[in-house]
């Protein structure tokens, strides 16, 4: 069930197991794929999983509403990115999930469709848990795709293979050959096991890493499928999981 298209009567009434929350950010994809990109894929990804929980189990699983803007400071050269502070990141997402809690709905899993949130989601949920009366675990939808992660870049294979699964018409066909023209083949600048390169502008000309050709809509169903179904095992293992807090030693 999705929040926003529910009434307060439904979602009331709902046997909710536990809430997806999806996390992505508004930032550039290259001159091929919107800024959007991020919230779509963990939108997307949470709502197919709910879908299949559903399906296979007598709870469900609620789909609350996108935080759609994230760490993104590293795209600020280009146009149309926005970002918060992870500050203000971490006290968004804590206040969402406390206000879920309020309703009963304690388990939370942060799906996130955008690389720069991982450090702030994986605190925020420690804290939230250690602190809180709820339980987050973050799971990032580019990660749970098996040997695809590899090719994970930006904007890149991963993501455009996605969109031309699930959303095609967000894809400007005619400027992939400009986004590969433009993209570099690794995030970074490394020297040294260490990245000396802080936003994206300073080793990507047009934002992309790695070859969006190379993403095609049959390869999105097969990443689509993976990170559902890896989803979906977390989710059971959320439920079925005692998660009181260890007592002092």
């Known amino acids: 069930m999705r929040l926003t298209d529910a009434t307060w009567t439904d979602a009331d009434a709902a046997d909710v197991d536990a809430v997806l929350l999806p996390v992505g950010s508004t930032e550039q994809h290259g001159p091929h794929a919107p800024l959007g990109t991020d919230a779509i894929a963990a939108e997307t990804v949470a709502e197919r999983a709910a879908d299949a929980y559903d399906d296979a189990n007598a709870g469900s699983l609620l789909v609350a509403p996108t935080v759609s803007v994230g760490v993104s400071?590293?795209?600020?050269?280009?146009?149309g990115?926005?970002?918060?502070?992870?500050?203000?990141?971490?006290?968004?997402?804590?206040d969402t999930v406390a206000s879920l809690a309020h309703h009963g709905w304690t388990d939370v899993v942060?799906?996130?469709?955008?690389?720069?949130?991982?450090p702030a989601l994986g605190e925020v949920a420690a804290t939230i848990t250690r602190h809180d009366d709820?339980?987050?675990?973050?799971?990032?939808?580019?990660?749970a795709v098996g040997e695809h992660s590899a090719d994970m870049g930006h904007a890149g294979p991963l993501e455009t293979a996605f969109l031309r699964h699930t959303d095609p018409d967000l894809v400007r066909e005619d400027r992939v050959d400009a986004a590969r023209d433009?993209?570099?083949?690794?995030?970074g600048e490394w020297v040294s096991h260490a990245n000396l390169a802080h936003?994206?502008?300073?080793?990507?000309?047009?934002?992309?890493?790695?070859?969006?050709?190379?993403?095609?809509?049959?390869?999105?169903?097969?990443l689509l499928s993976l990170a559902?179904?890896?989803?979906?095992?977390?989710?059971?293992a959320v439920v079925a999981r005692e998660n009181d807090r260890p007592p002092h030693k």
């Open 134 to 143: 709820a339980y987050a675990v973050p799971f990032t939808w580019f990660d």
């Open 182 to 187: 433009g993209a570099s083949e690794r995030w």
């Open 199 to 222: 936003d994206a502008a300073e080793f990507s000309e047009n934002g992309v890493v790695g070859d969006p050709g190379d993403g095609s809509a049959e390869r999105g169903a097969e």
């Open 228 to 236: 559902v179904e890896s989803l979906c095992d977390l989710v059971a």
């Open 110 to 118: 942060l799906v996130n469709g955008h690389g720069g949130n991982v």
């Open 73 to 79: 400071e590293e795209h600020r050269q280009f146009t």
């Open 81 to 94: 990115t926005l970002w918060v502070a992870p500050d203000t990141f971490r006290a968004y997402v804590r």
